[in-house]
């Protein structure tokens, strides 16, 4: 549209150019009853549209020269500005057709009935790993908008037809990926003719029995999964408590630790004595969005920021106390008690915690203090107590609100940790800028789950980030990586990964460095971004490069 704007408003002022000059020469040959702006508007318009009607002419050289450029540049306008931005595009428009059937010869597909930043995120993941998958669209408009960048059908995908034409006979998993009552009515198809696997995805776990009854093989809930991650970060620590942390080896966990205001890290180097205190090792640290991996004793630590170790209880309670300030009493408000809003107030109302919820509808009979109000108006935040709040969870529906009521939880507080849930991926960078210490998103936790289903790994949620991931890999006996130095293979420079655990027999190593020795039979796991891991198992991983070869589908790590 604005392009469109720009274009009339340039075509305006040739106009009035072309005008101005055809008065001038008008007035040069003695013309004078053609010196007026209606016959000067009418001559241009006549001409530069190549009608040349013939009624108002030139006389001298220079007039008639000037009739030749109006003319030409009419020609330059059509062919070049107007028929390229906007007929042309017109047309393709009316004329392309959304496929309506699958490529010939799919098979082992994944079919995912509607499209939304879930599956924009999950689409993806596929690509990188060359999983085949087609997306069955019922909305015309929503097809006609996505069908050149993902393999797309149109049609309802509670029609037999059109799974059908999807190749539902060859596929290897379906995802059901609409409301509740849209997905209850394409499983009952399915079931009417198929045994496939069918994933449904829903919005809230207590009315999973409906599909599980129409047929659903496995019930997913991102939203409740993102509701129990968000309540256990922002839960007050607990010793020798971890909510969330991820299980490597033996007694070694994976866990992110919030800098709250007032620790004694704040504004201290990671200096390596840090790490020799405590024994755990620094993986990396988040500071508004932005990872930095293996940091080094001259990284400065901010306040809200999120530290990444590794250690066992008694080393990650050890450098927990570190990132302890001086706690004070205040509300944990919750801002939306939708899906999500109702997850975190649940579990944090089981560890103790009765947060303040902030939502525009006039909730009834909930066991928790609430305010009726819209979460994005200063006055609404100020009488929930926001000022002396500890931390405030931003969890509207609206990625725009979201944004907004984190400028404003942020300027009422600035010393409140405030996670905020996104609901695209693309709007966390936007949440992060406003001011946001933690941001976790719903179609990172969809794609994850789904991923590791399809994938057949273990199902336990770890990493909610777009470009970080962690694997575990086995080093078989006869692996290339056996017999090389961490420091040799130099993974972070060639594949941007690192190994932060391993694991030999009975020994747990947390952090190794470069002067490790890989041997066969060590279990690694390693963080990294999904290209970087996906390029390291392609170099190491034997089974998969022979399965590739024999083209069977189902990835198994050595």
């Known amino acids: 549209m604005r392009k469109g704007i720009k274009l009339i408003l340039g075509i305006f002022l040739l106009l009035a150019l072309y005008s101005t000059i055809f008065v001038s020469l008008m007035h040069y040959e003695g013309q004078y009853e053609n010196v007026n702006p209606i016959t000067a508007f009418y001559w241009v318009v006549v001409t530069i549209t190549t009608l040349g009607y013939g009624d108002i002419v030139f006389h001298s050289q220079s007039g008639r020269f000037f009739s030749i450029f109006v003319a030409l540049s009419g020609v330059a306008i059509l062919w070049a500005v107007i028929m390229p931005l906007i007929i042309t595009p017109r047309l393709e428009q009316m004329i392309r057709a959304v496929p309506s059937s699958a490529p010939a010869k799919m098979a082992g597909h994944i079919i995912i009935s509607g499209y939304n930043p879930i599956v924009e995120t999950l689409a993806d993941r596929f690509s990188l790993r060359k999983i085949p998958f087609l997306i069955i669209e019922r909305s015309e408009e929503v097809a006609r908008g996505i069908y050149q960048e993902y393999p797309v059908i149109l049609g309802d995908p509670s029609e037999r037809k059109v799974l059908s034409r999807a190749s539902i006979g060859s596929a290897r998993l379906f995802i059901a990926n609409e409301n509740d009552e849209l997905n209850a009515e394409v499983i009952l198809t399915l079931r009417e003719s198929s045994d496939i696997e069918i994933i449904a995805l829903v919005g809230d776990l207590t009315r999973s029995r409906f599909l599980s009854y129409a047929g659903a093989s496995r019930i997913i809930s991102p939203k409740t999964l993102l509701g129990t991650f968000i309540a256990q970060i922002t839960s007050p620590p607990r010793r020798g408590v971890f909510p969330g942390a991820i ?13 709250y205001p007032g620790a004694g890290l704040i504004g201290k180097k990671l200096e390596e004595k840090v790490v020799e205190e405590t024994g755990a090792g620094i993986v990396g640290i988040w500071q508004r969005g932005v990872f930095v991996p293996d940091p080094g004793p001259e990284e400065v630590v901010r306040s809200n920021s999120v530290l990444m170790a590794v250690g066992n209880i008694e080393q990650l ?29 649940r579990v944090l109302g089981d560890c103790g915690i009765s947060p303040l919820i902030v939502d525009r509808r006039d909730l009834e009979a909930i066991p928790f203090e609430y305010i009726t109000g819209d979460a994005t108006l200063e006055v609404n935040l100020i009488g929930a107590g926001i000022q002396k709040a500890v931390g405030v969870l931003v969890l509207l529906n609206q990625d725009s609100d979201a944004v907004y009521a984190t400028l404003l939880a942020k300027n009422l507080n ?44 273990e199902e336990e949620l770890n990493l909610l980030y777009d470009d970080l991931e962690l694997k575990v890999f086995n080093v078989g006996k006869r692996s290339r990586l056996a017999g090389w130095t961490l420091g040799e293979l130099n993974l972070p420079g060639r594949f941007g990964c690192r190994v932060v655990a391993l694991e030999r027999m009975t020994e747990t190593v947390a952090v190794p460095g470069s002067n490790m020795l890989i041997k066969g039979g060590d279990i690694l796991a390693l963080i ?16 998969k490069t022979l399965k590739r070869m024999l083209k069977i589908p189902r990835l198994s790590l050595l």
């Not at 299980?247 to 800098?259: H, M, N, R, T």
């Not at 309670?317 to 408000?333: A, C, M, Q, V, Y």
């Not at 990294?528 to 089974?543: N, Q, V």
Request: charged share 30%; aromatic share 8%.
């Open 247 to 259: 299980q490597l080896f033996g007694d070694l966990k994976l866990v992110e630790l919030p800098i």
């Open 317 to 345: 309670s050890r450098i927990r106390d570190l990132t302890f300030g001086t706690r004070k009493e205040g509300p944990l408000i919750i801002l939306g008690y939708g899906d999500v809003g109702r997850r975190v107030a």
């Open 414 to 457: 600035r010393d409140a940790f405030v996670v905020v849930r996104a609901n695209r991926l693309k709007s966390a960078e936007k949440i992060y800028q406003a001011g946001a210490d933690y941001v976790a998103s719903v179609p990172i936790v969809a794609s994850h789950m789904l991923a590791k289903i399809i994938q057949d790994e």
């Open 528 to 543: 990294g971004s999904p290209k970087g891991i996906e390029a390291f198992s392609d170099t190491y991983d034997r089974r």
